[in-house]
């Protein structure tokens, strides 16, 4: 099978893009987010949320597979969600990331999930932490994980 790839930006596609100070990933309801009546199925948004975080970290220049290589995972530690409408299946929504703070170890961010229209479907307050693969214990942010999202995002240091 042979694509046009002239019409499409697969790489957008996949991954979202940048915009301002964000991360804008696009999605499509599909019948496996669903419960029986059709309606999103609420851990989903969670599952939506990860599945953008991952693709930012993508168009950072940030590889997941090289973090875990050198023994070095993210894992979150808390989320807390707001839920204000349901999505339904074949329903295009965006998960925007912004709101970012670097700790030591840990980096928070906001994620909003939203219809095409603009109404907000979730809202999430999410913290990660960097750890060693063995062990399982806090580890600073890797100094080339950190240049690369201070580059692409506006990030506050917190002290």
């Given at each position: ?56 970290l993508r168009c950072m220049g940030v ?8 023994g070095e995972i993210i894992v979150i ?83």
């Amino acid at each position: 099978m042979q694509m046009k790839a002239e019409k499409i930006d697969l790489e957008t596609v996949m991954n979202g893009w940048l915009e301002d100070d964000a991360h804008i990933y696009p999605l499509m309801v599909q019948y496996e987010d669903t419960d029986a009546a059709g309606i999103v199925y609420h851990a989903n948004y969670i599952n939506f949320a990860e599945r953008a975080r991952t693709a930012l970290l993508r168009c950072m220049g940030v590889d997941m597979n090289d973090l875990i290589h050198r023994g070095e995972i993210i894992v979150i530690s808390s989320i807390g969600i707001e839920y204000k409408n349901p999505s339904v299946i074949g329903e295009g929504l965006f998960v925007r990331t912004d709101g970012f703070r670097l700790g030591g170890s840990t980096l928070n961010m906001r994620q909003v999930i939203g219809a095409v229209d603009g109404s907000i479907r979730a809202a999430l307050d999410v913290r990660g932490a960097f750890v060693a693969a063995s062990g399982g214990k806090p580890i600073r942010i890797p100094e080339d994980v950190r240049a690369r999202m201070t580059k692409f995002m506006s990030i506050h240091q917190v002290s």
